[in-house]
């Protein structure tokens, strides 16, 4: 008898969102298996980040199906997909001014553990980010751009998700910083968290990811291994330059 096929962790099926009347998000299918880093590509405008918002429930205008371990969650509100064990990490970082670095980190774990367990995943979180365990005491928003998006990133992981959904991470970031943050990605991969990114950088996606996706004008146009993706250059010419 033949092995039945694997069940990805997100199976997404005719996705659709809109602002207003503009219909921004039109009818996209897609995947992500468990352990997978699975990029979206596109033009700025293509539709990614309202993929990513319209998936963690952010979009009031949405249709479609979306799975996560083979539960639908699209129609759910939007604070069930973190007891579901999916988490996201906007293009705008949303560090809590007035709050230190450490509170900031225990507001990714709220709900979920008492005041000891708290404590000791924070410190946990805190020997993967050494630039941010230098600074558990220090305001949060008083931290250079890398370092936010990088407390970003470890308030996310805090709660020890199955899934993240990334969006833009290298935005306005120095290189040495975007380096190190890519090969934290593939650790996180190797630790068994699945990851969905946006990103513009396409090199540096591509070059750690699985599969691809790429969206222009809110339709997924093309997908493929991201090894193949990355050796074409007249796709990502036509669909990815700036």
Not at 43 to 50: F, I, L, M, S, V
Not at 78 to 103: Q, S, W
Not at 204 to 229: F, K, M, N, P, T
Request: aromatic share 4%; hydrophobic share 40%.
């Amino acid at each position: 008898m033949a092995n039945e096929s694997k069940q990805p962790l997100l199976q997404v099926a005719g996705l659709n969102a809109w602002y207003d009347r503009s219909h921004v998000v039109q009818g996209l299918d897609f995947h992500v298996d468990a352990g997978e880093i699975v990029t979206l590509m596109g033009r700025n405008g293509a539709g990614k980040t309202t993929t990513l918002r319209t998936l963690m429930g952010l979009v009031g205008k949405r249709g479609g199906t979306a799975r996560f371990d083979g539960r639908e969650f699209l129609a759910q509100p939007a604070h069930t997909r973190y007891h579901m064990g999916l988490a996201y990490v906007p293009e705008e970082r949303r560090i809590v001014p007035g709050l230190t670095v450490r509170e900031n980190l225990q507001l990714g774990l709220l709900g979920r553990k008492g005041r000891h367990d708290l404590a000791r995943a924070v410190d946990e979180i805190a020997e993967t980010f050494p630039r941010l365990k230098e600074r558990l005491d220090q305001e949060g928003t008083s931290l250079s751009g890398g370092e936010q998006q990088m407390l970003a990133i470890a308030r996310a992981m805090v709660a020890k998700p199955r899934m993240i959904l990334l969006d833009e991470p290298s935005e306005g970031i120095m290189p040495l910083l975007v380096q190190e943050m890519f090969q934290l990605f593939q650790r996180m991969r190797s630790q068994g968290t699945t990851l969905l990114l946006v990103e513009q950088n396409v090199e540096l996606a591509l070059g750690i990811s699985d599969r691809a996706y790429i969206i222009d004008q809110g339709a997924i146009v093309h997908s493929g291994v991201a090894s193949e993706l990355l050796d074409d250059r007249e796709i990502q010419e036509r669909y990815c330059a700036v």
